[in-house]
């Protein structure tokens, strides 16, 4: 560092505007010896040379770099210290705070995207997974009906970090379920039996994978499965009637379980 101090030397406030430190670090690096300045005004005001300066600089670039500051002194200072080496380990230790970074920002994007998009899945792996009837853009639509709720927040959060097998896992139990509801109907189970309780509670679990459920939540959902053409579609094509079946089963197991489910909201 070329020496731009003048024979004054440079107080605490050109110095730590120069190095981009603060004076209050300058003061405590001066009171534990790690830098002081040679220099002193008539006043008692600090002065740093041009040596101070260099010293100062390889402090600011050591504790950039993560040295604490005993290990600063001792690289500084200290014969015995074998600096490469202690360089080296320290290199060692940003490379790996490196890899940590780009793993957490790959994790962010990975986040980002699925609030934007709900499933990181290709239109291929799509239908793959969800079956030919997925409606690659029922995320989207999803996502602006729902996006500003927290349910939605939930679900693009285990949306980011599943993958594809987690995703068939999700499906095979979402599909085992259905068909056991269609087959607990035909077999008239009615609901508020202990068997169609099981299958409430087994919703509740299954749906979880989206986002938690409680069982007021479950009612107003139990409705709109037979109130909404989508979802009344998709569950009277598995068995007609079926979307009506479950609805009395939530209800009643709702009731079971104090719910009043004609004043259930979604809470």
Do not use: C
Not at 135 to 146: C, F, H, L, S, V
């Amino acid at each position: 560092m070329p020496d731009t101090t003048g024979a004054a030397g440079l107080t605490v406030g050109q110095v730590a505007a120069r190095l981009d430190v603060t004076v209050r670090a300058l003061h405590h690096w001066d009171e534990i010896g790690l830098a002081r300045p040679s220099l002193r005004t008539a006043g008692g005001y600090r002065l740093y040379t041009a040596a101070d300066l260099e010293r100062l600089h390889r402090v600011v670039v050591y504790r950039e770099i993560g040295l604490g500051l005993d290990r600063i002194r001792a690289v500084l200072d200290d014969p015995a210290v074998d600096v490469p080496a202690a360089l080296r380990a320290q290199r060692a230790q940003v490379t790996a705070r490196v890899e940590r970074l780009q793993r957490l920002g790959t994790g962010l994007d990975r986040m980002i995207d699925a609030h934007e998009r709900g499933v990181l899945l290709s239109v291929e792996q799509q239908a793959e997974i969800f079956g030919p009837a997925w409606d690659p853009e029922g995320p989207a639509k999803a996502r602006a009906r729902y996006g500003d709720t927290t349910q939605w927040r939930q679900y693009a959060e285990r949306a980011a970090t599943r993958s594809l097998e987690e995703w068939r896992a999700v499906t095979d139990a979402t599909n085992a379920l259905d068909g056991d509801l269609a087959s607990a109907m035909d077999a008239g189970v009615a609901p508020g039996t202990p068997e169609a309780d099981a299958l409430v509670d087994r919703h509740r679990a299954v749906f979880a994978a989206y986002f938690p459920l409680s069982r007021e939540m479950q009612v107003v959902l139990a409705r709109t499965y037979e109130s909404d053409p989508g979802f009344a579609a998709h569950y009277d094509g598995i068995r007609p009637g079926l979307a009506a079946w479950f609805r009395r089963a939530v209800d009643a197991s709702a009731r079971a379980h104090g719910v009043d489910p004609d004043a259930a909201t979604w809470r």
